[in-house]
């Protein structure tokens, strides 16, 4: 009888790490989509040729970064809205089961969401900011071609 409870207890456990697991799995990967997503539209779209052209690969990643962003500053919010948790709850068992979970633990959940959008938001100023550096550094390099 307790060797069959030890094993309940480790399954149990075992089972617990595996939802921890899948909730952040399910972070990292919508967070990955959407820098993904908005990076090659940004990147290989013919409307924004001419732009790509100009800022280079800094306008992909500034406007992944924004997109994740986005998302995340949406996402934070999401443990605070009742109706939506109660309907994650009365949904079907899978969802309710990996969703519901991940809304239970709200601090986690926020944490998480809080470093996506401590890193996306350094990327966009990153991504923001290459380019004026690049276009000073060529801009004196110009200059001190022209001296000569």
């Known amino acids: 009888m307790a060797k069959q ?6 399954l149990h456990r075992t089972l617990g790490r595996l939802r921890n697991f899948l909730g952040s799995a399910i972070i990292s990967g919508t967070v ?19 732009l790509h052209a100009i800022l280079g690969d800094s306008l992909c990643w500034s ?5 994740v962003l986005h998302v995340s500053c949406c996402l934070v919010l999401l443990p605070m809205c009742r109706n ?7 949904s079907s068992k899978v969802v309710n ?4 979970r991940l809304m239970d633990r709200n601090i986690w959940f926020h944490k998480a969401c809080a ?7 350094g990327t966009l100023c990153d991504g923001h900011f290459i380019p004026h550096f690049w276009t000073q550094f060529n801009y ?3 200059q001190r071609y022209q001296k000569r």
Do not use: D, E
């Open 5 to 10: 409870m030890k094993v309940r207890k480790s």
């Open 32 to 50: 990955v989509a959407v820098f993904l997503s908005s990076y090659f539209k940004y990147r290989y779209s013919p409307q924004y040729y001419y």
């Open 140 to 142: 004196r390099l110009l």
């Open 115 to 121: 470093l996506v959008i401590i890193i996306s938001a």
């Open 97 to 100: 089961g990996v969703f519901g």
């Open 63 to 67: 406007r992944g970064a924004a997109s």
């Open 84 to 90: 939506v948790l109660a309907l994650i709850r009365n």
